[in-house]
């Protein structure tokens, strides 16, 4: 697997007088990173196509083996091109969850959404109406800057979960909404747009209905559903970019 | 109290969200609530996407905002030209069902530069629209 070797016996015997030597030799080291060097070539190019180029990805596979060079253990069984594949392969897996995580919201901005969100919903109940960021910020001890930046975060990222259901005392309250008496007008105005309204999940649809059916702020269709209002405002800017993207092909007259 | 704030970027759709930013930054700043900042963040948004789709690239797209006591009026706008545009059509299509309820004024204004959307939010939190 190497792609150096022809004579595996002669391959093990030179890898084992190689570490040998590796503590006093760096020509020993140098020599064994060479020889394996294909080897972290190859198992970078396994990783294409997922964002990153290969020479980056080589880059990462070189420091795998660097690493697995420093900590392999001769006297154990296993040849070192094992050990090395594996080291070699988790620095590459490590390198892409760090990338991604690097491109969600930084920890600082998850922390003060988080308590905005939750000054945003007290804030709301004692006053009983939308609080301003000047409220939010004097609340949770932080700038009026920093409330909006979180506000900015937390509306711009989307939550992986949006899509899953949200849970029990869903379907109770979308029940309740059927009773409700319609607005006529505004539903014919609404009916070149019903189609793409039913491709939407339920719970996107009733938070739509809510909001410009029922004329409803998004701080009440939070409390009416249990979710955060910035959640609702998420929900709802995606479901209009589904409208449009669903409406688009038909949009141009 | 009457300021200005005005804003242009490249006409794309990777730039909407710096505008939505822009003017739901501003709202906070001067007093308005959460819920309208919100509403005023996915109006931007949606009068960008439609204004977007009929601007060509390398045209600009822009925020002038009018900050005032107890309104905020934002103007998005192109300079891609009236060309091909007709406000008639733009008018009746979901943007606009959906601009008017979130905001408390919505208005199609053409110019000779392009076509813009005019959107005035006030402060006095109104109930339900």
Do not use: N
Not at chain 1, 116 to 131: F, I, M, N, T, Y
Not at chain 1, 178 to 205: I, T
């Amino acid at each position: 697997m190497t792609g150096s070797t022809r004579d595996p016996t002669f391959d093990r015997e030179r890898e084992r007088e190689l570490f040998e030597r590796l503590a006093e030799d760096p020509s020993a080291r140098e020599e064994v990173i060479e020889l394996h060097t294909p080897l972290a070539r190859y198992l970078a190019s396994r990783f294409r196509g997922r964002g990153e180029t290969f020479e980056d990805l080589t880059q990462v596979a070189l420091l795998g083996l660097i690493k697995a060079v420093d900590r392999f253990d001769p006297s154990r069984e296993v040849r070192f091109s094992t050990y090395a594949s594996a080291t070699i392969v988790g620095e590459i897996k490590r390198h892409f969850r760090d990338r991604a995580w690097a491109l969600r919201v930084p920890r600082r901005l998850q922390e003060m959404g988080l308590q905005v969100s939750k000054a945003l919903g007290a804030l709301h109940q004692e006053h009983g109406r939308s609080p301003t960021v000047a409220e939010i910020a004097e609340r949770v001890g932080a700038s009026e800057e920093e409330v909006l930046e979180a506000m900015d975060a937390m509306t711009a990222y989307t939550a992986e979960s949006l899509d899953a259901p949200s849970g029990e005392g869903e379907t109770a309250w979308i029940d309740r909404l059927d009773h409700e008496e319609p607005r006529f007008a505004m539903l014919e105005e609404w009916e070149s747009v019903v189609p793409a309204l039913r491709g939407l999940p339920e719970r996107e649809k009733a938070i739509l209905y809510l909001r410009f059916f029922r004329g409803r702020t998004q701080s009440q269709i939070a409390e009416e559903i249990g979710v955060s209002q910035m959640h609702v405002s998420r929900i709802l800017a995606q479901t209009l970019r589904r409208l449009r993207e669903a409406l688009e092909p038909d949009a141009e007259v | 109290m009457h300021e200005q704030i005005k804003v242009s970027v490249p006409a794309e759709p990777g730039f909407v969200a710096l505008l939505r930013s822009v003017v739901a930054g501003v709202a906070g700043l001067r007093g308005f609530g959460v819920d309208a900042i919100e509403d005023l963040r996915l109006a931007i948004g949606e009068a960008c996407a439609d204004l977007l789709e009929q601007a060509p690239e390398g045209t600009v797209l822009g925020v002038d905002l009018e900050v005032a006591e107890g309104a905020l009026e934002a103007v998005v706008w192109t300079d891609a030209g009236a060309a091909g545009w007709s406000g008639a059509e733009a008018e009746g299509r979901l943007t606009w069902l959906l601009l008017r309820a979130l905001t408390d004024e919505a208005t199609l204004i053409e110019r000779p530069e392009g076509p813009g959307v005019r959107l005035v939010k006030r402060t006095a939190a109104r109930g339900a629209g």
